[in-house]
């Protein structure tokens, strides 16, 4: 078994190397290199993993089911409100950005503005749609 050592200055090396070109003619033959590194204590020294994956196990087998089209429905609507909603220069900005503040540290608090008008907007379209 190969081991790879790492220069001081990477500490980890996660996430995806190389990715495949979906467009390119020769896609099939392409692989996307994967690496893991796990910090977790544990008496293995081998904390670093390569994988190797193929376009084929890329590909969906599946036809999209009416629950999934759902969920990227209401995702592309509260997206879409989102974003019109945190880049507007209206005076709803400052209300929105204060009620972001008094709610921030609270228990159940979210902790960034987006997320905080995403649960807004995701409540809002839940209303509409389902109510």
């Given at each position: 078994?190969a081991k ?26 392409q ?12 008496t293995s ?18 036809p999209v ?11 592309a609507?509260v997206?879409a409100a ?6 507007t ?17 609270a228990a159940?608090?979210?902790t960034?503005?987006r997320?905080y ?11 509409e749609?389902?109510?």
């Open positions: 078994m790879a050592s790492y220069a001081p200055m990477f500490e980890t090396v996660s996430g995806a190397l190389n990715k495949i070109n979906k467009k390119s003619p020769h896609a099939q033959d692989k996307m290199v994967l690496t893991t590194h796990r910090k977790a204590p544990t020294p081998d904390c670093s993993r390569v994988y190797l994956r193929g376009l084929s196990s890329v590909s969906r087998t599946t089911t009416a629950k999934e089209t759902q969920v990227r429905t209401k995702f609507a997206s989102v974003n019109a909603r945190v880049k220069t209206s005076p709803t900005y400052a209300d929105d950005y204060a009620a972001f503040l008094a709610q921030k540290d159940q608090g979210k960034t503005f997320s008008i995403w649960s807004l907007e995701s409540a809002a379209y839940d209303s749609h389902q109510g």
